[in-house]
């Protein structure tokens, strides 16, 4: 599937990068100071939008949202680059906040609906799964939209980059787990076309990692 010039190369300061599939907009931004990812999902049908991670500056978000609204925001895990600008944006918009059940705790904006494994989160008429990942925090969220025209996508904050699983601080346990959750709950069901969209720097594929998941697990990071 044509990808109408869509790369995810965006940065802090620059502009967004739109990825127009036929039921789904995806508007991905760069925030600062840590160069965090944040995606605006706008369902053609209805024109219903949901963020993923109000990581910062609010303003810019904001901006991003414009005039139409936004009905919720998912915070993909409870690591505070990745909630600068939540308080802000839902007293801007009044949207419905989603995480993690095991990461709620963590995040000081309440969460209106704590989501488990394998929970739906809508936007309009386009349904997203959500996919619980351990190891980077208790309760990461990853989460898939399986466009029926194409292929699935899938929003994996800090759980999946290119190049390896995210970080897990040197816990050999942890990272265990994440690898087995990211192998379990998205390479072994998901194709190798599957776009991923994650919470720092450029998108990826699946198939572009998996021939790497062997040397991630023997180097242990």
Not at 36 to 59: G, I, K
Not at 115 to 124: E, I, K, N, S, W
């Amino acid at each position: 599937m044509a990808h109408t010039g869509y790369t995810g190369r965006v940065s802090v300061g620059g502009t967004p990068d739109v990825h127009e599939l036929p039921e789904l907009i995806i508007t991905k931004t760069a925030v600062g100071p840590m160069a965090n990812n944040a995606y605006v999902l706008r369902c053609r049908a209805t024109d219903e939008q949901l963020l993923v991670d109000a990581a910062n500056e609010a303003a810019t978000l904001l901006e991003v949202i414009g005039g139409d609204g936004l009905a919720s925001v998912v915070t993909t895990h409870r690591h505070p680059d990745h909630w600068q600008a939540l308080r802000e944006v839902v007293d801007a918009t009044g949207a419905r906040t989603y995480a993690g059940r095991d990461d709620t705790e963590g995040i000081p904006v309440r969460t209106d609906v704590p989501l488990a494994d394998g929970d739906t989160v809508r936007v309009g008429r386009v349904r997203l799964t959500a996919r619980h990942l351990v190891g980077h925090t208790p309760g990461s969220v990853a989460l898939v939209y399986d466009d029926p025209h194409g292929h699935p996508h899938v929003f994996t904050g800090d759980c999946l980059f290119p190049g390896g699983v995210g970080n897990t601080h040197g816990d050999p346990a942890a990272f265990t787990s994440l690898l087995d959750g990211v192998t379990a709950k998205l390479f072994d069901v998901l194709p190798d076309e599957t776009w991923v969209y994650p919470g720092h720097g450029d998108d990826t594929t699946l198939g572009a990692e998996r021939p790497h998941l062997p040397e991630w697990r023997e180097r242990g990071w």
